[in-house]
């Protein structure tokens, strides 16, 4: 039997983690328990223990989704049992600000990575920190299916900007307002697509910055929206962009990547590891609205060829479909296990 405690596992606006995701994939082979869905963190912390020593005679593997956030007190909690119990436990590092949390919680760190059988980094870039750290890690990247993303063609560009992400402050949601409200001093058609949950607060950030420069009318703002209907509102537009401040492997620049969209987004984290400059998209500084509006303008004149980059993404993108990514898995639960 396997534990799995997804600390975001839940239908209610959160996006499946990679193990979420291939949960119906993985129970045709292993025996798997999943907890905990509930809202409430304390409802949930006490749905993970009572999951936990339900289960913990007939476990061989726990799998503990692993955030920076105050979420990463549930997989400290779960590895101090799990060395109790002497059972083998991974966390599975998500989020770009982990290595923050290595810092201000060190010790705390020490144990909870320390002590796992192995941690599980989607991210190269969180795989060369925590090696750095003395950590045991592996790589195992987050993946897509191909196949549900169909390519479309853009023979120009214009702008018509399309953000994918949470409303979040590490998302840095405001900078996408600030960079529409620059386009426009050229660009008097710009229309700027914003698709994600909020969970900070920080949609009513948007809205209010968005009023306060004058660029509502050129903004759209969609919430969450279910996989295939982002999809087919992605043809409306022409350039994907990202803003994140901090950031790991983003499954919605992979996302971007394979619907042909060209990319610009911010060098930060992991996702220099994802996307080469100016062969499969275009990086810029954090925070920058300016060197957005120059990529921008750039893909819109053809100083950028778009259209390569499209194809370039789309080509590297392949190496993280399911069908490849899932292997990995496999192979990984069975050494565990035996």
Known sequence: MILYFGNKLSTHGYTPTMIE????DLEKRYTIISASS???PIIRLFDMLLVFFKNINSTKLILIDTYSTNAFYYTYLLAVLSSIFSKPYCPILHGGDLPNRLASSPRLSRFTFGQSFINISPSVYLKQIFEQEGFRIRHIPNFIEISNYPMAIRKKFRPRLLWVRAFHKIYNPLLAIYVLEKLLVKWNDTKLC???PDKDDSLNSVKQLADQLGVRDHLSIKGKL???EWIKLSEEYDIFINTSNFDNLPVSLMEAMALGLPIITTNVGGIPFLINHKSTGILVKPNDPDEFVV?????ISGEANGLNLAANA?????????SKVITQWFEFINN???
């Open 194 to 196: 914003m698709v994600g």
């Open 336 to 338: 565990a296990i035996k």
């Open 38 to 40: 509930k809202l409430n």
């Open 226 to 228: 279910e996989k295939k």
């Open 314 to 322: 789309r080509n590297e993108v392949f190496n993280y479909d399911k």
């Open 295 to 299: 990529a921008v303008n750039d893909l």
């Open 21 to 24: 995701q291939l949960l119906p």
